[in-house]
Every structure is written in structure tokens, then in C-alpha cells.
């Protein structure tokens, strides 16, 4: 193979990647800060790759607009969610334990839900559009070419995924989110308000799967059933990176993207769901705090 | 205990007379009743006690499901159900042995991928190796056989839970669910009762599948280890109360009703319905239907 195929393949590669990043932080932002381990995710983010492509086809509203109204109205989804279920879910749970089984159980609901009221509203057929296809050429490297709208994907994915890990190294709020993740006694002794932040950061992580699914329909079609593949692939990456590890997501995701690449290019691609639920389980089961977590 | 016994015995009475009176439909919907009680009652009996989510049933049911498509031509439908358990319990054993040490959300998340990569495997190995998609069954036994060994399965099931509840290997499935490292400390074996247990459930649940793949005659990996009826079978056993004897069964009716009714009319409207319930019953009624009824037993039962 030579240097420019291996370069292609390996940019495709964390192309994806970049995506499947943005994906994992919003999901690994509610595991580590509630224990809610979102199975619906992918779901939220289907919600924004759909209203994308309505605004897209019905108004004629370019996909970059689309990017901050698909944060706004998935957030204002998660709060309502928050408030509905969460809220009163940490209310009646004696412990911990309980806490995480029985959000794992209100996530599947809300994935049954939202993916038929999708299917039922829009139909299960592919859709999509077309937006900035014509491929880019990429400087120095004579003949590797890329679409120009893959090449922003990555671009926005990667700035929006460093974005929330400076507000949380950067910032008070930050600052905040962090303590609550180290240890929810200690900080709310401190005085961070758990009421507050909670739903905030619930609505923040679904307002991310938001924008990763306005991303993704600039380039992929769309089905009211992509979003379950997302949410699996979206757990692998934190069980790589480590649950509740945000750096850890952010290096999963690419090598998660690198890894089926050139897995998919050296085997076939019917392999692919089997090559990353092997990575998964094996992971999993070999360490289970995440590759990138140092023993304490 | 001996009331527990009298509905049981009253409840088969009735379950073996409806095939002589009842219509097709009728039959089909006790026969999806059946399953679903089967599932949910022999999933309570290791997960409801020890409070371990598997979200793996759909693995064992297809196993279970491929295991008969595969040796049916060649052996009594009754061997073939038979091997269907051995097969899904040997497989959770190797299962079991890997994840069962892992709690909690690691837990279901593993026994949920697990699940998956069976599925994907069976399917390539089907489109590469035996060059086909799925599988057409061409020695079928009569609805009636069919329907009386799920009857025959749920009835055993139900039995097991009944026996199993009493018994020492029972009582120490308990109290893993209450407390591990207690039940550790007391001298109870937790890892080769975990296993077991696993297996048992397994068992129950790939004797089922390999009962229902003969009453779908075309089979393939999509339908038989489609992850819904593993989804189905925690929902049924967490609504009707997954501490509880009773409480799975009835939630077995409801839901099989809701399901023939609602399902071929609006199927997403009936997916939603279920989701719903979920959340509802997640939220406002975490014991299951079963802690609605006489609260001075709650003491009891815990």
C-alpha cells in the first residue's frame, strides 16, 4: 500500500472517528455526572439529524444555521426529560445501584419512544440532501481528496468536542462539573448545587447528540432507526476511554474511528459490527475502567 | 407455598382446555402468553433475585431457536427442544464465567453486547459459510404440540420459580441480591450459584425459542435474535414485579393482549405504548404491579 492510500485510509478514518467523539462526550457527560447511562442517545441525535434535513428541504435553511437550533431545542428536550423522569427517579432511589438500574431501564423507554414517534412521523425510509459535495484536494499530499462537507464535519466535530473540554477545565461551571464527577458528597458540601447543574448538563449532553446528528446528515442519509448503531458505538468509545473520562472519550473516539477503518479495509465491511462488538466485549472484559485510566 | 401450587395447577387446567373450545386466534394469542410468562418468570428467578440486569435472553432464545431449525429433521420435536436448553445453558456458562463478575450497568451493557455479537456472527456465518439468510423449517409438528410445550415449558417454569424460591440454592440467589459480599462472608459459593443460576435462566429460555422457531417456520438471525424480545421479557418481569412470583405472569397477559391488538394495526403506536409503560412503571411503581396488591406481605416477600 502505498504512503497517500495508507494517508487516506487513516484520515477516513478519524473523520468518523471525530464524530464518534462528539457523540461519546455527550453520553460519557451524563454517565459520569448522573450515572444515567443514556441507551437513547443515539435516538436524540437522530431527532437532530431529522429536524436538520426538514429545515433543509422545506425551508431551505443551510445546515451550519441548523447547528446551534439543533443544540437549543435537543437541550430543551433534555430538561424536559430531566425534569419529567430524572428528577424524580433521584428523589426515590434508596442508593447508587438503584439509581444507575433503573435510569438504564427509563432509557430504553425513552429509545422506544422517540425512535417510533420518529418512524411514525417522518416514515423509515432514507432520506438526505445534498450539501458542499464537491471533493477538496488536500494540500501537500498530491492527489488525496475528501469531500469538502467530511472535512467540515470533522472540523466542527473536533471544535465543538475541544470547546466542552475547555469549558470544563476553563470554567467556574466547569470547575463545577468536575468536583460533582470526583465525588458528589464533597461537592455538594462546597456548595454546587446538584438541582441545577444536573439538568443543565443532562440538557448539554443531549444538546451535543443534537448537533452531532445535524452534522452527520450534511454527509450520511438518514433513518429513524441510525441512531441505535451511534449509541453502541458511542458506549464502546467510553468503555475505551473509560466511563466518566472526558479526555479518554475524545481518544477512543478517533482510534475507535481509525481501528474499523482499516479494519473494514484489510477485512470486509460486513465485518464491521462484528470487528467493534468484539473490540467492545473484549475490552470490557480485559479493563474494565477504560484503556486510558491509570490505577489509583 | 401451597396456595402458589393450587393456582398453578388451576391455571394449567385451564390453559390445556383452550385449544378444545377456543378459536385460532385465541390460541395464538395464549400461545404468545405462554412464551412471554415462560421468558419472564424463568428471567425473574435469576435476575429478579439477585438483581443482576441481563439483557441476553434474545441470545439464548435464538440459540435455542437455531439449535432445533438445525436438528429438527433429524430428531423428535421434544429431544429438539431439549437440546436447544442444553446449548443455550452451555453457552451461559461460557458467559457467565467472563461477565459475571461485573455489576451493575457493566453487567447488562456486556450481556447486551454479547448478545449482539452472537446475533452479527450467526449472520455472517450464514451469508459466508452456508450461503443463505435464513432458514426454512420443513418438519413442522401440529399447533396443538407446539402450544402444549410452551404450556408444558411455562408450567415447569413456573414450578422451578415455586421450588427454587424455597430452597437453599433459592435463598442464596437472594441474598446476593441484597448483598454480595455479605452472602460471601456467610459461605455461600456466589460465583458457582451465579453461574448456575444463569444457566437455569438460559436454559428456559432456549428450550422456548427452540419451542417457538417450529411455529414461525422460517427462521433468521433478525427475527429469532431480535434484542426486542429480550427488551420484552425485562419489561414483563420488572412491570409484573421482578421479586415476585405472580407478578410476571400477569404482566405476561397484559402485554400479550396489548401486543395482538395494538401491534399489526399500529405497530409504533404499540412500541410507544411500551416505552411508556417502562418509564411510568420505572417511575412510579418500581416494585411491579405485584406491590400494588395487600401491603402487609410486602415484608414477607422481601
Known amino acids: 500500500m502505498s504512503f497517500q492510500a495508507w494517508f487516506e485510509l487513516i ?22 455526572l448522573m450515572r444515567v447511562l443514556n441507551i437513547a442517545h443515539g435516538e436524540f441525535l437522530m431527532l437532530g439529524a431529522f429536524l436538520t434535513w426538514a429545515a433543509q428541504t422545506a425551508w431551505g435553511v443551510s445546515p451550519l444555521l441548523m447547528i446551534p437550533l439543533s443544540f437549543g431545542v435537543l437541550m430543551a428536550v433534555g430538561l424536559l426529560v430531566h425534569r419529567l423522569t430524572f428528577r424524580r427517579l433521584t428523589r426515590t432511589s434508596p442508593n447508587l445501584d438503584v439509581f444507575e438500574a433503573r435510569g438504564l431501564m427509563v432509557s430504553f423507554g425513552l429509545m422506544f419512544l422517540v425512535q417510533n414517534f420518529a418512524q411514525m412521523l417522518w416514515g423509515g425510509e432514507l432520506r438526505g440532501y445534498d450539501y458542499l459535495t464537491a471533493p477538496v484536494a488536500v494540500p501537500g499530499m498530491a492527489g488525496a481528496q475528501f469531500a469538502a462537507n467530511k ?41 454546587i448545587d446538584t438541582e441545577r447543574l444536573h439538568p443543565l448538563m443532562f440538557g448539554v449532553g443531549l444538546g451535543l447528540s443534537g448537533v452531532a446528528g445535524c452534522l452527520l446528515s450534511m454527509s450520511y442519509t438518514i433513518s429513524p432507526a441510525m441512531g441505535e448503531p451511534y449509541t453502541v458505538t458511542a458506549l464502546i468509545v467510553i468503555t475505551l476511554g473509560g466511563l466518566g473520562s472526558m479526555a479518554g472519550a475524545l481518544a477512543g473516539g478517533l482510534a475507535l474511528g481509525v481501528v474499523e477503518a482499516i479494519g473494514m479495509h484489510f477485512t470486509n465491511p460486513s465485518l464491521k459490527s462484528l470487528l467493534s462488538y468484539g473490540v467492545f466485549i473484549a475490552v470490557l472484559l ?11 | 407455598m401451597k396456595r402458589d401450587w393450587l393456582i398453578l395447577i388451576a391455571l394449567t387446567g385451564w390453559a390445556l382446555a383452550l385449544p378444545h373450545y377456543g378459536s385460532d386466534f385465541a390460541v395464538s394469542l395464549a400461545l404468545s402468553c405462554l412464551m412471554y410468562a415462560a421468558l419472564a418468570s424463568s428471567w425473574s428467578l435469576f435476575c429478579g433475585a439477585t438483581r443482576y440486569l441481563s439483557l441476553a435472553t434474545s441470545a439464548f432464545f435464538g440459540i435455542g431457536a437455531y439449535t432445533s431449525a438445525l436438528s429438527l429433521e433429524h430428531v423428535p420435536f421434544a429431544v429438539a427442544i431439549a437440546l436447544g436448553a ?18 451493575g450497568t457493566y453487567f447488562a451493557v456486556l450481556t447486551f453486547g454479547m448478545t449482539e455479537l452472537i446475533r452479527h456472527a450467526i449472520s455472517y456465518w450464514e451469508k459466508k459459510v452456508s450461503g443463505t ?21 411455562a408450567v415447569l417454569a413456573l414450578a422451578t420459580a415455586i421450588v427454587v424460591r424455597r430452597s437453599r440454592f433459592g435463598l442464596a440467589l437472594a441474598g446476593i441480591g441484597a448483598d454480595e459480599q455479605r452472602a460471601q462472608t456467610l459461605g455461600v459459593d456466589t460465583r458457582r450459584v451465579k453461574t448456575a443460576g444463569f444457566a437455569l435462566t438460559a436454559a428456559f429460555a432456549g428450550a422456548v425459542g427452540a419451542a417457538m422457531s417450529v411455529r414461525w417456520t422460517y427462521i433468521d438471525p433478525v427475527t429469532v435474535f ?3 424480545i429480550g427488551f420484552q421479557t425485562v419489561l414483563i418481569a420488572l412491570i409484573g414485579g421482578a421479586a415476585t412470583l405472580w407478578g410476571p405472569v400477569v404482566a405476561a397477559l397484559v402485554f400479550s393482549l396489548l401486543a395482538e391488538t395494538l401491534r399489526l394495526q399500529l405497530p409504533q403506536l404499540y412500541m410507544m405504548a411500551l416505552g411508556l409503560l417502562l418509564i411510568l412503571c420505572v417511575l412510579y411503581l418500581p416494585g411491579g404491579l405485584a406491590s400494588l396488591r395487600l401491603p402487609r406481605r410486602r415484608g414477607a416477600a422481601r
Not at chain 1, 484520515?11 to 454517565?31: D, E, K
Open chain 2, 133 to 153: 439468510v435464513g432458514r426454512v423449517l420443513t418438519v413442522v409438528p401440529e399447533r396443538d404440540t407446539v402450544y402444549l410445550a410452551v404450556l408444558a415449558l
Open chain 2, 86 to 103: 442444553g446449548v443455550a445453558a452451555l453457552v451461559a456458562l461460557v458467559m457467565g464465567a467472563a461477565v459475571l463478575h461485573l455489576r
Open chain 1, 151 to 191: 472535512l467540515l464535519l470533522f472540523a466542527l466535530a473536533l471544535l465543538f468536542s475541544g470547546a466542552l473540554m475547555l469549558v470544563l477545565q476553563r470554567t467556574l461551571l466547569g470547575k463545577g462539573v468536575r468536583a460533582l464527577m470526583q465525588s458528589p458528597t464533597g461537592a455538594r458540601l462546597v456548595g
Open chain 1, 286 to 296: 480485559w479493563k474494565p475502567n477504560g484503556l486510558f485510566t491509570r490505577t489509583r
Open chain 1, 11 to 32: 484520515a477516513s478514518g478519524l473523520i468518523t472517528g471525530g464524530i464518534y467523539a462528539l457523540i461519546a462526550l455527550g453520553l460519557n457527560l451524563q454517565y459520569g
Open chain 2, 226 to 228: 431480535n434484542p426486542f
